[in-house]
């Protein structure tokens, strides 16, 4: 049950992250598509977009995203 979970959550999270990329880094989603290249050059392609350090990424990209909704 605890893997459903976590299965949902990452899901809903991978949701939003994408459609904030759509919204805010138009592109985005199209330039990680088309280079299909392995995780880190997508963490390096997303730091660079969003402006903050690698090590920040995933603990800052939810208020990233959420900041981006509630700012509405």
Request: proline letters at 1%; glycine letters at 6%.
């Amino acid at each position: 049950m605890a893997y459903a979970k976590m299965l949902a959550y990452q899901q809903i999270r991978g949701y939003w992250i994408s459609r904030y990329l759509d919204e805010a880094h138009s592109g985005s989603i199209q330039d990680i598509l088309v280079r299909k290249k392995g995780w880190q050059h997508i963490e390096k392609m997303l730091t660079s977009k969003l402006s903050i350090k690698r090590r920040n990424l995933w603990p800052d990209i939810d208020g990233i995203v959420v900041e981006h909704f509630c700012s509405r």
